[in-house]
């Protein structure tokens, strides 16, 4: 079983950047794909961006690209995502999340364990 921390969330003006952490315990994070989905009031939870076991992989939503880095520290069991150029419409709970497979996959109903979530607000 793993359990996953997010932190780095709050509040920030368009424009402004952040890092979102996630934490993992229980299991080692190398044999899980990574992902980071977020959920807007009254819209479905969305894959935001993905990354391999090794790395080598990764995956964003296109309204995403060029401004968000996923990474992950393996040997610190801990994924991040650098959050750039934010934008009102960024504004979600974003939730880490791990799948036990070997390629990446964009569904929510692949992911096996769930962070519980932090806020992330832009301000106009």
């Known amino acids: 079983h793993v359990q996953l921390v997010e932190s780095g969330g709050g509040l920030v003006q368009a424009g402004g950047s952040l890092r979102l952490s996630c934490s993992a315990s229980g299991r080692t994070l190398s044999d899980y794909v990574m992902g980071w989905f977020r959920q807007a009031p009254g819209k479905v939870r969305a894959l935001v961006a993905a990354?391999?076991?090794?790395?080598?992989?990764?995956y964003y939503l296109d309204s995403v690209k060029g401004r968000f880095t996923i990474t992950r520290d393996n040997a610190k069991n801990t994924v991040y995502l650098q959050m750039n150029s934010l934008k009102p419409g960024d504004t979600a709970v974003y939730y880490c999340?791990?799948?036990?497979?070997?390629?990446?996959?964009?569904?929510?109903?692949?992911?096996?364990?769930w962070g519980q979530g932090t806020q992330v607000t832009v301000s106009s």
């Open positions: 990354i391999s076991w090794s790395g080598a992989n990764t």
């Open positions: 999340a791990a799948d036990y497979a070997l390629v990446v996959v964009t569904t929510v109903a692949s992911y096996d364990y």
